[in-house]
Nanobody, 120 residues
C-alpha cells in the first residue's frame, strides 16, 4: 500500500511565500515522475510543476519564475516552493507520483490535497 501525504498549505497575503511538502510511503521500489497540480474553485485541475527522477523540471507558464519544484529521492519527498504568491494562485494543491511498488506494478498515486489561499 502506498500513501502520499501533503502538508504546508494555508492562508498567506499576496506577495508572500509557502512551501508545500508531499511525502510518499509504503511498499515503494522506485518513483519516477512527481508533480504538483492545482484546482481552483469552478476550474479544472491543472499541472503546476513536475520533476523526473533525475531532476528535470517543467512549469506551467502561470507559475514559471515564482514556483520551484524539488525532490529528495532518499526521503521519497517532493516540495513546491511558492514565492510572490498571487490571489489567482488560490487553489487546492495536489501532489502526484508515478510509483513502482515492490510487487512490480507502476501506478500514479495522488495526495489528498492541501488548500492554499492567497488574500489580496
Amino acid at each position: 500500500q502506498v500513501q502520499l501525504v501533503e502538508s504546508g498549505g494555508g492562508l498567506v497575503q499576496a506577495g508572500g511565500s509557502l512551501r508545500l511538502t508531499c511525502a510518499a510511503s509504503g511498499n515503494i521500489l522506485s518513483i519516477n515522475r512527481m508533480a504538483w497540480y492545482r484546482q481552483a474553485p469552478g476550474k479544472q485541475r491543472e499541472l503546476a510543476a513536475t520533476t523526473t527522477s533525475v531532476g528535470s523540471t517543467i512549469y506551467a507558464d502561470s507559475v514559471k519564475g515564482r514556483f520551484t519544484i524539488s525532490r529528495d529521492n532518499a526521503k521519497n519527498t517532493v516540495y513546491l516552493q511558492m514565492n510572490s504568491l498571487k490571489p489567482e494562485d488560490t487553489a487546492v494543491y495536489y501532489c502526484s507520483a508515478d510509483i513502482r511498488t515492490i510487487a512490480g506494478i507502476s501506478t500514479r498515486y495522488w495526495g489528498q490535497g492541501t488548500q492554499v489561499t492567497v488574500s489580496s
